[in-house]
């Protein structure tokens, strides 16, 4: 039987294996953690082809391997992963004495804090997912966002560090606020590593996060302050639109009363709301669509709760 050739690529190094297509994903997976010291346990295979429903005792023809195909590896060291911990643990020391001083009112400020201290203050892409490049885009223009820099202005809201989640690591997040501001990890990418959510899905979640700068729990408080900022970046959209908004035709034009258009534009979020009906009035209309705005954000609002890890509740995630 001829030899089945693969070429994986991992952080920018290229392997070439000759293995058989009888051989099981065991056998690959072992040869890969000989090559690049990858636990077995945290490797993940991207590939055209790959079938859903595989197990490491599936050979490499079952699972969809076929001669000459290019596998992108993604996973991290056991030293890797050890830096990145004892980074984090670091950080959390510092952030903790920080706490400690200014509760013990030993750090005292010296002045109003400027604007330019409410922003995002690092980007930074994981290096190790494919494309890199074009996550920093997203991130940068998440950061860049007119409403977004507003609500954090106006809150004054500041985040050291806004980072991506990978979706093989945290296959239940959407989302994550570390120690109030620390950082900021968004899902930007699909599950398949094959493209990127939509902008307005990552900035919703962004927002919900942004909260969580403020209150820990999904609570009262919580919900309350995050309907906020989503109000906020809707009034500051439609400030920049005019404040006009067209239903179906010209004279169906109308200025809308601030809060309910701002309601109704950041609960559908750039969506349609049901079709018209000829014998509705244009109030019935408006009414109509904040209906199924609110029906539809209270669905995706659970989704985000559901996928953050921020709230205690969600730690084990």
């Known amino acids: 039987m001829s030899p089945l050739i693969l ?17 099981t994903l065991d056998v690959l997976y072992t040869h890969l953690e000989s090559l690049t010291a990858v636990p077995v346990s945290r490797q993940k295979l991207l590939y ?5 429903s595989h197990t490491s005792t599936s ?13 992108t590896m993604l996973g991290s060291t056991d030293q890797e992963l050890g830096t990145m911990i004892k980074a984090e643990n670091e950080q959390r020391r510092i952030e903790q004495v920080m706490q400690d001083r200014a509760s013990k ?9 400027k604007p330019n201290s409410f922003i995002f203050h690092k980007l ?17 223009r998440l950061s860049s966002d007119p409403a977004i820099k507003h609500i954090m202005l106006t809150n004054q809201l500041s985040v050291s560090l806004l980072t991506e989640l990978a979706p093989h690591e945290h296959p239940n997040l959407l989302g994550l606020n570390v120690n109030a501001g620390q950082a900021i990890k968004l899902r930007l990418r699909t599950d398949q590593y ?8 990552i900035r919703r979640v962004l927002c919900h996060e942004l909260a969580h700068n403020l209150w820990g729990d999904h609570d009262n408080n919580f919900k309350e302050f995050n309907s906020k900022l989503n109000r906020e970046v809707a009034e500051f959209e439609r400030r920049v639109r005019e404040g006009t908004h ?5 004279e169906d034009t109308y200025v809308p009363v601030p809060r309910l258009e701002a309601e109704i534009q950041a609960h559908i979020l750039g969506g349609s709301g049901p079709p018209p009906s000829s014998d509705e009035s244009a109030e019935e209309r408006r009414r109509r669509v904040l209906d199924a705005a609110m029906k539809r954000l209270r669905e995706e609002e659970q989704e985000i709760e559901n996928s953050c890890g921020t709230a205690p509740a ?4």
């Open 124 to 140: 930074e892409p994981l290096s190790h997912l494919p494309n890199p490049t074009s996550a920093l885009e997203r991130l940068q």
């Open 246 to 250: 067209t239903l179906t035709s010209a």
């Open 314 to 317: 969600n730690q084990s995630h």
């Open 48 to 52: 055209k082809g790959k079938k859903p």
């Open 105 to 113: 009112g030993t750090v005292r400020s010296t002045g109003v804090a």
């Open 59 to 71: 050979t490499l023809k079952d699972a969809g391997l076929s001669h000459g195909i290019k596998v």
């Open 194 to 201: 094959d493209g990127f959510r939509p902008y307005s899905d």
């Open 7 to 23: 070429h994986v690529a991992h952080r920018g190094v290229n392997y070439d294996l000759s293995l058989s297509p009888d051989d």
